[in-house]
């Protein structure tokens, strides 16, 4: 996913930051195809209860989220279960609610859960 829909990827395709890219630009469509792509298979493959895509691409473009959920809802076609999912994209597929620091403590959170998972000594 780094090399289709990250910051870095997206700068060079684009010639200017991915910053700098405004939410209307056609760039954003091809970001949409490659996020939709990946939400697709793990729902697909793993049946999350929920999907939060995260990062400075999806934290800076909001615009990207309802893409995704759009795409994704013409993609999936109420397909076996994927119809209950499809008209609840909004709770499926969400945005982090700590924003950019979601990955930082949902790694010290798991590392805790372990901790206390650890028989005494």
């Given amino acids: 996913m780094e090399k289709l829909a990250s910051g870095r990827a997206i700068g060079p395709r684009?010639?200017?930051p991915a910053y700098d890219v405004v939410s209307d630009d056609i760039?954003?469509?091809q970001v949409t195809h490659a996020l939709t792509g990946l939400v697709e298979n793990l729902f697909l493959t793993e049946?999350?209860?929920r999907t939060v895509p995260g990062g400075s691409v999806m934290m800076?473009?909001?615009q990207l989220l309802t893409m995704v959920r759009q795409?994704?809802?013409e993609r999936l076609g109420g397909y076996g279960f994927a119809?209950?999912?499809a008209d609840n994209l909004g709770?499926?597929?969400v945005?982090?609610?700590l924003g950019d620091d979601a990955g930082p403590t949902g790694a010290v959170a798991v590392g805790l859960e372990a901790l206390q998972d650890q028989p005494p000594s």
């Fill in 95 to 97: 945005t982090p609610v």
């Fill in 91 to 93: 709770e499926f597929l």
């Fill in 60 to 62: 800076r473009q909001p």
């Fill in 83 to 85: 119809r209950q999912t």
């Fill in 27 to 29: 760039i954003w469509e």
């Fill in 47 to 49: 049946s999350p209860e």
């Fill in 71 to 73: 795409m994704l809802s």
């Fill in 14 to 16: 684009a010639r200017r």
